[in-house]
Every structure is written in C-alpha cells, then in structure tokens.
C-alpha cells in the first residue's frame, strides 16, 4: 500500500482490541468458550498487544459472557500482551485478581439515562461504587481503564452537553484510572465534536496520553472521528475485530469501529500499529463463519470478497 503521511499524526497508534468482550457481547448467540479463546490467540497472533478478553459481570446481565471465568483460565497468556477484563465491582474485582488479571476496565456513563438502563443507579452512585475498586485495583498494582460511555449522544437524553461529559469524565479520571476511552455509544459524534470534547478534557486537567477513543459507526463516521482524534494527539482507539458489537443496553447502538477498517486507514498514513491486516482478516473472516453472518466490516470484504 502507497504511504501518504499528514502532518501533525502520531507515529505509532496502540489498538485496543475490544472485539472478544464488547464484539461478543451483543451477539444473540452463545457463542462457546474454546471459540472465545482461539479468538484472543489469533488476535495476539496477528500481532495485538492490548486483547480486551472478557467481562467479569452476573451472568443474567451478560449471558454471552458467562465463561469468562473458563476462558480465563484456558487462556495462554503470553509475554507482551495484556488481556483487560471489564469489572463492575469489588466483587468482580476480586474474582479478577484470583485469576491473575492484570489489567481491568470499569464502566461508567456521562448521562443519567443510560447509568440506569447499564447499571441500575446513577451517575454519582456508580462512581461511588468505583472508587474503591479502582483504589483496591492500583494498590494491587494493575492497570485501570475508565471507559465512559455516551459522551455524544445519548437515546434518553439526545445530544450531550459538553460540561456534562467533561464534569464526569474528570471525575472517573480523578479516581485513579491510567487510561479514559471517551465512548461514543450510538455512533452520533462528527469530528468538530470530538476535538472540541478532547480539547476541553485537556483543559480541564486530564493528558492527552490518558485518552483512547471508542467509536461506533451506526452514521459512518467513526474513520473520520478517529482520524479527528489522531490529528489532536490521540494515540490510543478502540477497534472490534470484524466489526462487531453494539450495546444491549442501547438498542441504537450499532457496531464497533472494524479494526480491518481502522488498519486500513492508519497503514495508509503510514502509522505503526504492529498488527497484520491479513491475519487479522484471516480471524475475522473465521470468526464470522463461526457466527453464520458476514461481517459488517468494508475492508474485510474487499479483502476476502466475504
């Protein structure tokens, strides 16, 4: 592929695989574990250093993650490559420290809408649930990724002010988080809006070496949003494998930014990211043989003609 570098983007991007939990999550069936764990090994196998592996939540919330636990412990954990695991509690961090996790994610919203529907109290209440275990969590020595969901729009509430988003993202930050992913859950941001939240979260205190970007493509935006973000200093973006996933607590959230597409891009700028898009492909296109659909993901198709 032609390189054609623009000024102002960063050399290298870590890509945050979010495909084996925030992908198949959303999926109607179950999908089995010995499929989840040939997952995250293809993905480290194509080169992923960051393989979002599971989630860590009751079961009735989240059936199709209800072997997290076998697929942990199933897991070949290699050198180099971290496998955070989401945790909604003590109780669940707890369970991640007996297996050995040493990387995990909390999960909070920036409206009060979706706190409901996600986790059954509000905004204040789950930070106050967090706390502790982001404190418990550090002092264990692990890394803590806040994901903050609905930072652009939101189905209850519609657009999200910016002071609201920015007034709760500092206040997940200032729990103890190495890392905030700015979620836009219904796929509604446009650029402007991007850099004009990453803007005022630097204003407010939080670096931007702290922040990821978590993009859903339901208006087919999230290239450009990320591309928004790169050019502010971003180096961090979530991506799912295949392009999958969505939220079974939003039903107008459509799919994850498609890592094959994201690769695609940042090739093409000549961005270091380590992961090779063959193999990559290559997994996608099993995985979705797996799941008896085709993927959503446009650079999958062009390459595998899936």
């Not at 597409?261 to 492909?281: E, M, P, R, S, Y």
């Amino acid at each position: 592929m032609t390189v054609d570098r623009l000024p102002g983007l960063p050399s290298a991007v870590t890509i945050w695989e979010v495909g084996p939990r925030d992908g198949l999550q959303n999926e109607p069936a179950l999908v089995p574990a010995a499929v989840k764990v040939e997952l995250v090994e293809r993905l480290a196998d194509a080169g992923h250093t960051v393989i979002e592996t599971t989630s860590l939540v009751r079961p009735d919330r989240v059936p199709q993650l209800a072997d997290a636990e076998e697929v942990l412990r199933r897991l070949d954990r290699r050198p180099g490559v971290r496998y955070p695991v989401l945790v909604p509690n003590q109780r669940g961090l707890a369970r991640a420290l007996d297996l050995g996790v040493t990387d995990i994610a909390v999960f909070a919203s920036a409206t009060e809408g979706f706190a409901r529907a996600n986790l059954n109290r509000s905004v204040g209440e789950s930070l106050e649930v967090f706390a502790p275990v982001v404190a418990r969590a550090r002092e264990a020595g692990l890394n803590v990724r806040g994901y903050l969901s609905m930072c652009w729009g939101d189905p209850w509430q519609g657009e999200v002010p910016l002071p609201q988003v920015i007034a709760v993202a500092t206040r997940l930050f200032n729990l103890g988080c190495t890392e905030l992913s700015l979620g836009d859950t219904i796929g509604v941001a446009t650029p402007g809006r991007v850099v004009a939240l990453l803007d005022g979260l630097v204003a407010a205190g939080v670096p931007l070496g702290r922040i990821a970007v978590h993009f859903h493509d339901t208006y087919g935006q999230a290239l450009a949003n990320t591309l928004a973000a790169l050019q502010r200093g971003v180096t961090t973006v979530d991506a799912s494998a295949g392009g999958l996933g969505g939220c079974p607590f939003a039903k107008s959230a459509t799919g994850n930014l498609a890592t094959e597409d994201l690769l695609w891009q940042l090739d093409g700028l000549g961005i270091h990211t380590g992961v090779d898009l063959t193999k990559l492909a290559e997994t996608s296109a099993w995985l979705a043989g797996h799941l008896g659909r085709p993927s959503p993901s446009r650079t999958l198709r062009a390459l595998t003609g899936a």
